[in-house]
Structures are given as C-alpha cells and as structure tokens.
C-alpha cells in the first residue's frame, strides 16, 4: 500500500485571495486525479485544508497562510507514482509505503501459526527439563506489531521530491517485518 501527499500552500494580504489560490490548485489536482481513481488500487481524496493569520514582528496582522493537501492512495505504485507525477498544482510532501490490512493480516496468521508452535515445544521442553511428564497451557497471550496496517514513511531529499512535468515518482517496493509475540502460563504436571 503506497500513498502520497501532495500540498499546496499559499499566502497573501487577505484570507478570500489566499483561499482562493488553494482552491484553484486543489480543483486542478483533483481535475487531474479523478479520472485515474480505480477503487483499491488508486484512491484519491482530499486532505487537511488550513488557512491561519500571520503576524509582523509588531504582534499586528500582516497576512494570511494556507495549505491544501490532496493524498493518492492504494495498491497500484505505478499508477499512483505516474499520477503524482503529473500533478504539476500541487508539490510532494510525503511518501508513504506499508503492508495493505489484507496482506498484514495474511503474513500474522502464518507467523501466528508459527509462533504458536514454536511455544508449544518450548513449554514441552521446558517441561521435560524440568523432570515432569507433561504440560498444560494455563493461560496464552498473542500479540501482533500491528499498528492499523497502514504505510510507513519513506525518506527521501528535497532534490529526489522535485520532478519535472509527467515525471513518475521514483518508487521501490521495499520489505518489512511482521512479528507475533506469543506469552502464557504452562502448568507442569507430574
């Protein structure tokens, strides 16, 4: 799962003209955006829109600042990177990248399954160690990374963010790390 956030930020003497100007390049991102959506694959919505007073070194207001987010989002890398890529009102203010909740949710059941046998014959050898004959499992806790399954940023220089016009975003599919914490009490018995 990638996203990327594109901003546009503005400033100027009254709040309307800057308004203004933010949705004039919301409007024309999103008039680029719209028709490469594809449910699951490339989503497109709007982000955080703020406008907020600047203020002189005399505590006096000396105009106004806004910014405009519009995130790309889903499956499709390719598709999403070209697309950013083509935005050309808008500029890249972060790079995302994740496990979809799908295929975290596939990588914890197999390390589960895993980690859960791992534990049984830990207890089973513990147990023989110990002398007793058998075990019993009083108690078990799983416990996953999971962190809502959403992307995780990617690191990248204001030089690798600036594009020229329909330029891709340079992206990789990289890897990550799933992991099952499983705990409990184990009754020996003689």
């Known amino acids: ?3 990327v956030t594109l ?3 503005r400033e100027g003497a009254d709040a309307n003209s800057v308004q203004s100007a933010l949705k ?5 991102a999103l008039a680029e955006a719209r028709p490469a959506a594809r ?3 490339v989503d497109v919505r709007t982000g955080n829109f703020s406008m907020y007073p600047r203020y002189s070194t005399k505590n006096t207001l000396a105009g106004w600042q806004g910014m405009a987010e519009l995130v790309i989002e889903g499956r499709d890398l390719q598709a999403i990177s070209q697309l950013a890529g083509r935005i050309q009102s808008m500029t890249i203010a972060r790079v995302t990248q994740g496990l979809s ?3 975290r ?3 914890e059941g197999s390390v589960m399954s895993q980690a859960i046998s791992r534990y049984r014959a830990h207890a089973a050898q513990v147990t023989q160690q110990f002398g007793y004959a058998s075990s019993v499992i009083c ?3 799983v416990g996953s990374n999971d962190q809502g399954g959403g992307p995780v940023p990617m690191l990248a220089s204001a030089k690798s963010m600036a594009m020229s016009a329909d330029a891709p ?3 990789e599919a990289g890897q990550t790390s799933v992991s099952v914490t499983v705990s409990g009490t184990v009754q020996m018995i003689k």
């Open 139 to 141: 108690e078990a806790n």
């Open 101 to 103: 909740r799908e295929q």
């Open 169 to 171: 975003l340079p992206v």
């Open 105 to 107: 949710e596939k990588a």
């Open 39 to 41: 449910p699951g694959l």
């Open 24 to 28: 004039q390049a919301l409007d024309s």
């Open 7 to 9: 901003t546009a930020t």
């Open 1 to 3: 799962l990638m996203s």
